[in-house]
């Protein structure tokens, strides 16, 4: 005597409940996907960004060239910039975000961010804006500030034993 299988269901023909939902799902995957894609370009949330190949040392000689020509202070050891409209450069290290720096409220600024050691996160707050920030590679963000405040830097890639004091700061004046 042995056991009776069970019933096979499983080439019966698909139900209509259930041929509907598959349809609803797959139209909506669809959706997702192209609207990920399309928010890129229509979304008022992205910031645009270019990239090129920059060393670490090349970098670091920009950013400080940059901090000589137009530093107006110093805080905490950093120096705080108020450059022109134009080209500005921010360096992430170990563990500083570098220099401080002090924008007008509806200028248009390139931002350069690189790294000049490891891999770090460049988060502005409370804007929440997040940029991973590797050596090798200059990110160019182009934008223009439409509310002034201090708004604070962290980062947030785990960057070895003082990661939790990298903070930094960008200034928007009216
Ligand atoms: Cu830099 Cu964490």
């Not at 997702?32 to 229509?42: C, P």
């Not at 090349?58 to 202070?73: I, M």
């Not at 509806?106 to 590797?134: A, K, M």
Request: proline share 7%; glycine share 8%; net charge negative.
């Amino acid at each position: 005597m042995s056991l009776a299988p069970p019933e096979r269901i499983w080439w019966k023909p698909v139900g209509k409940q259930e041929k509907l939902w598959v349809t609803i799902s797959l139209v909506w995957c669809i959706f997702m996907f192209v609207a990920m894609v399309g928010w890129y370009f229509v979304g008022a949330t992205n910031v645009p960004t270019r990239a090129r190949r920059v060393t670490p040392a090349e970098f670091a000689a920009t950013t400080e060239a940059f901090v000589q020509q137009y530093q107006t202070g110093e805080e905490n050891g950093i120096p705080v910039v108020s450059p022109p409209p134009g080209d500005i450069y921010m360096l992430g290290r170990q563990w500083q975000w570098y220099p401080i720096l002090e924008l007008e409220q509806g200028e248009t600024y390139r931002l350069h961010l690189s790294s000049v050691d490891i891999q770090h996160g460049w988060s502005l707050q409370p804007l929440n804006l997040n940029f991973q920030i590797l050596p090798g590679s200059d990110y160019i963000l182009t934008f223009t500030p439409t509310t002034a405040g201090e708004f604070r830097l962290l980062c947030n890639e785990y960057c070895g034993i003082g990661h939790h004091l990298m903070t930094g700061k960008l200034v928007v004046k009216e």
